[in-house]
């Protein structure tokens, strides 16, 4: 019931952003500006989108190696892909990044370790786009009415980077799991346990750490590429630069889990950013719906793949890993 109650609460925050962004937009203007997309330009884009998700496997079995035993790049790769379609596509409680973990972790039912490694995964692409925001704002400071950009972005990346040297330190983890099993919740502390075991094996593994970082620099280089392509098709003249600051504020903000999957509040974050430089709304939207258009289309091979994996129990389990690792 409260699942319930949260998501609805959800689409609600959802549609009243909707409802302020449609209200500035010209729709004759909007239709005029994906009417006359370059549609080679948006080719352009997908294309390097797919490259991007195909580099992210790399980083992912080199997180692996250390923990756990490994699939073939291609079994990756389609584990990867149905993550997406869950992740962008698929209407589910069911996170794409459990269905990473699920599928990993399944041969060998080393689910502790498979988490760890897709966390850590997905940490090593946040720590990049952060990085990415810094550098921008020092080259670019952007300046919105009431809202310190450069502060926010800053306080986000010492907040994020404190919480990383944390999950590696020993001490930590055994105050923590002490204090688990102290107020009755060993059950809890053994899982908490297996991760941070997991943790520090990684720790231990620094070339690990430092290449998924470099892939990771690459892979959000190319997301802002796409973007600017993106732009470029529908005739939006904007230095690259401004992308290297706007794309990871974007993803920041998008990340705010007020809304599902962050809809309406990415759409809403290009109204404010490049409408801060002089665009108009219909063409900020038209941006940010073609960005999100492309990433969905990017999912949907991942639901092809899913057909050919799944089983009936397939959906049971992974709520229950989600719960476990939530």
């Known amino acids: 019931m409260k699942k319930h109650a949260i998501t609805a609460a959800k689409a609600i925050i959802a549609a009243l952003l909707y409802y302020f962004i449609f209200r500035k937009v010209n729709f004759r203007e909007f239709?005029?500006?994906?009417?006359?997309?370059?549609?080679?330009?948006?080719?352009?884009?997908?294309?390097?989108?797919?490259?991007?998700?195909?580099?992210?496997?790399?980083?992912?079995?080199?997180?692996?190696?250390?923990?756990?035993?490994?699939?073939?790049?291609?079994?990756?790769?389609?584990?990867?892909?149905?993550g997406l379609f869950f992740n962008l596509a698929f209407p589910t409680a069911v996170g794409g990044d459990i269905v990473k973990v699920y599928y990993a972790g399944k041969p060998s039912r080393m689910y502790a370790q498979s988490f760890a490694?897709?966390?850590?995964?997905?940490?090593?692409?946040?720590?990049?786009?952060?990085?990415?925001?810094?550098?921008?704002?020092?080259?670019?400071?952007v300046k919105l009415p009431g809202i310190p950009v450069f502060t926010i972005v800053w306080l986000s990346f010492a907040a994020f980077v404190a919480l990383n040297v944390a999950i590696f330190i020993p001490s930590l983890h055994r105050l923590v799991t002490a204090a688990l099993h102290r107020i009755g919740l060993?059950?809890?502390?053994?899982?908490?346990?297996?991760?941070?075991?997991?943790?520090?094996?990684?720790?231990?593994?620094?070339?690990?750490?430092?290449?998924?970082?470099l892939i990771s620099l690459v892979n959000q280089l190319l997301v802002i590429f796409v973007s600017?392509?993106?732009?470029?098709?529908?005739?939006?003249?904007?230095?690259?630069?401004?992308?290297?600051v706007f794309v990871p504020v974007i993803t920041l903000i998008t990340m705010i889990p007020i809304t599902p999957s962050g809809t309406g509040l990415r759409e809403h974050a290009n109204l404010m950013l490049f409408g801060s430089i002089g665009y108009?709304?219909?063409?900020?939207?038209?941006?940010?719906?073609?960005?999100?258009?492309?990433?969905?289309?990017?999912?949907?091979?991942?639901?092809?793949?899913?057909?050919?994996?799944?089983?009936?129990?397939d959906l049971r389990q992974m709520a229950a890993l989600e719960a476990e690792f939530p």
């Open 31 to 82: 239709g005029d500006i994906l009417w006359n997309a370059r549609l080679g330009m948006l080719l352009l884009s997908f294309a390097v989108l797919w490259i991007g998700h195909y580099i992210c496997i790399f980083r992912w079995r080199m997180l692996m190696r250390p923990l756990m035993p490994v699939f073939s790049l291609i079994r990756l790769f389609e584990i990867y892909c149905i």
């Open 117 to 141: 490694a897709t966390f850590l995964d997905r940490d090593s692409g946040m720590l990049a786009m952060m990085l990415i925001a810094c550098a921008g704002t020092l080259m670019l400071p």
């Open 186 to 213: 060993g059950r809890v502390a053994n899982k908490v346990d297996a991760i941070s075991n997991a943790f520090l094996i990684m720790g231990r593994n620094p070339r690990a750490l430092c290449g998924s970082l």
């Open 228 to 244: 600017w392509v993106t732009a470029r098709a529908l005739h939006v003249e904007v230095p690259l630069l401004y992308f290297l």
């Open 280 to 313: 108009e709304p219909a063409t900020c939207l038209a941006l940010a719906l073609l960005s999100l258009i492309m990433m969905v289309l990017s999912a949907v091979p991942g639901g092809i793949i899913y057909i050919f994996f799944r089983n009936r129990s």
